[in-house]
């Protein structure tokens, strides 16, 4: 069974960077597209970005456009995210998920913690 895990989360303030990393054990995500999702306080869990198995398509929710990039190693097994610009409203807990067998996002990590102070 797959298992992801999320790092890199902390505070920062705005306008700085973060660099996220989703990395999987106990298989490979190899061929699973992975998506980077958020759920800030008080409201509900959203779309951030996705990537497919090879990298060459990706996909950004329009409040992150030109500010994170998602990318992948697959030879480390692991997705990033990074984030730049960041700002007060980009506080969340990050989740990265993969949609293993073509469906719906079936594997979630447990989430990281990203604090933007104003």
């Known amino acids: 069974q797959v298992q992801l895990v999320e790092s890199g989360g902390g505070l920062v303030q705005a306008g700085g960077s973060l660099r996220l990393s989703c990395a999987a054990s106990g298989g490979t995500l190899r061929f699973a597209p992975i998506g980077w999702f958020r759920r800030a306080p008080g409201k509900e869990r959203e779309f951030v970005t996705s990537?497919?198995?090879?990298?060459?398509?990706?996909n950004y929710a329009d409040s992150v456009k030109g500010r994170f990039t998602i990318s992948r190693d697959n030879v480390q097994n692991t997705v990033y995210l990074q984030m730049n610009s960041l700002k007060p409203e980009d506080t969340a807990v990050y989740y990265c998920?993969?949609?293993?067998?073509?469906?719906?996002?079936?594997?979630w990590g447990q989430g990281t913690q990203v604090t933007v102070s104003s």
């Open positions: 998920a993969a949609n293993r067998f073509g469906s719906n996002w079936d594997a």
């Open positions: 990537i497919n198995w090879s990298g060459g398509t990706t």
